[in-house]
């Protein structure tokens, strides 16, 4: 037998960084998971219905953007924050994170403004932004992705956003995990040192690009051969429980204060 089939193999490969690699995988799985667990949420035990809390929650941004009186922004606040309360804590930390980075982000914008004597704009702003992101986030958080799309049905939202909207939000999971799998594939690859690591995520997003384009021309030729017309059909009825009742009357208190503050 030839000698060097008799001598041990001892390959021990340079030590490299992962670290765009592992962030690049991290950030997709966070992403994704929370897209698929807002998709497969379950509804609370205080169930509204969608399309009230889609056309509340719109009334209630434009009351706030309108306002000008501060206790009826205080008021929104407290509201929102008792609702709020009422969640699961992970929703809960994950509203409020998203809230006081936007809120602190418009007044350090605003600052310059308070050296101008401007106090009124760097007091409100601040404050409606927080209501505005926190109310979006209670809607996302608490609604599936499909009640969302029926509500905006019954609102009278055109068919054409509406399947923009559904079908981007289905895509983004589905190019999601694509990408992810091809990040884990170039992480198995990478044995050793790896220079170029960076110059793959070139080929990565040429390969999403054409298999987005395959994706694409598919559906089109199954939403064909089904006889999809782009119209969207809500068969279930509206209906209103106790707790809708309940939900109306508050919001119906909150016009009525903007009214009464002006």
């Not at 980075?101 to 418009?106: K, L, P, Q, T």
């Not at 589905?174 to 070139?202: P, Q």
């Not at 994706?215 to 089904?226: F, I, S, T």
Request: proline share 2%; aromatic share 14%.
């Amino acid at each position: 037998m030839p000698e060097w089939l008799l001598k041990d193999e001892n390959y021990t490969p340079l030590s490299d960084k992962d670290t765009f690699i592992n962030k690049s995988i991290l950030s997709l799985i966070g992403i994704l998971s929370k897209i698929k667990m807002q998709g497969s949420n379950q509804e609370s035990k205080y169930y509204l219905n969608t399309t009230l809390k889609v056309v509340f929650t719109i009334l209630l941004i434009v009351l706030v953007s309108i306002a000008k009186s501060f206790i009826f922004i205080v008021i929104i606040n407290v509201y929102l924050l008792a609702v709020l309360s009422l969640m699961q804590a992970e929703k809960i930390i994950g509203i409020l994170k998203a809230s006081f980075a936007i809120a602190v982000f418009s007044l350090i914008i605003l600052l310059p403004a308070a050296f101008m004597g401007n106090w009124y704009s760097v007091i409100m702003i601040p404050f409606k932004t927080f209501a505005t992101v926190t109310a979006m986030g209670i809607l996302s958080r608490s609604t599936r992705w499909s009640s969302i799309t029926s509500a905006l049905k019954r609102f009278f939202v055109p068919d054409i956003f509406i399947f923009v909207l559904d079908i981007t939000i289905k895509y983004i999971v589905m190019l999601g995990d694509f990408s992810l799998n091809m990040f884990y594939s170039l992480k198995l690859r990478s044995v050793g040192r790896n220079k170029s690591k960076y110059s793959s995520l070139s080929g990565i997003a040429g390969t999403m690009f054409i298999k987005s384009k395959e994706m694409a021309e598919d559906m089109y030729a199954a939403m064909e051969c089904r006889g999809f017309t782009g119209e969207y059909h809500v068969s279930s009825q509206f209906k209103c429980t106790f707790a809708d009742y309940i939900y109306i009357t508050i919001n119906i208190g909150m016009i009525l204060i903007f009214a009464y503050l002006g």
